[in-house]
C-alpha cells in the first residue's frame, strides 16, 4: 500500500517533471492495458468524454459507469464523479505540500486531475495527458 501511494504523488514513470501550463485546453486518453477507451478534455471550462473507436469495436471491457452511450459525445460545466475521485483530498498534509512546491492551483481541477489522476486505487483505468 506504501508503494501504491508514493507512486500516486511522484511526478511521473519518467522522473521528467510534469508540464502544468494550462492554456485553457487539457486533453487526457482513458486506458486499460493497451486499449484506448475514450478521451477526456477540458477547452475553456468546460469538459467533454468521448469514447474512441477502439473501444467501441471491441468486446472485452464494459462501457463506464455514467457513460451508456458509445456514440455520445458527453459534455458538462463540471468533472464527473468517475474522474473526480481521482483528485486527493486537498487537506492532507503531503497533497498541500505539493500544491505548494509546485505552484498548483487547487481549483483548477485539469491541473490536479493532471498531476494527480493517473492511477487510482478505485479502478484499473490509467488517465494519461495528451
Not at 487539457?26 to 469538459?47: A, R
Not at 468486446?59 to 474522474?83: A, I, M, Q
Not at 497533497?95 to 493517473?118: A, P, S, T
Request: with cysteine.
Amino acid at each position: 500500500m506504501k508503494d501504491f501511494i508514493k507512486k500516486l504523488f511522484r511526478k511521473d514513470s519518467n522522473n521528467h517533471p510534469i508540464a502544468f501550463e494550462f492554456d485553457g485546453t487539457i486533453k487526457f486518453k482513458l486506458k486499460i492495458k493497451d486499449l484506448v477507451i475514450g478521451c477526456l478534455k477540458i477547452e475553456n471550462q468546460k469538459w467533454s468524454f468521448i469514447y474512441s473507436e477502439e473501444f467501441k469495436n471491441q468486446d472485452t471491457y464494459r462501457r463506464l459507469t455514467g457513460f451508456s452511450d458509445l456514440n455520445k459525445v458527453y459534455e458538462s460545466d463540471e468533472l464527473w464523479p468517475f474522474f473526480k475521485i481521482r483528485i486527493p483530498g486537498l487537506k492532507q498534509p503531503m497533497i498541500k505540500e505539493i500544491l505548494e512546491q509546485e505552484k498548483l492551483n487547487k481549483d483548477n481541477e485539469g491541473q490536479l486531475l493532471k498531476r494527480f489522476g493517473r492511477i487510482s486505487m478505485s479502478n484499473p483505468y490509467i488517465l494519461e495527458p495528451m
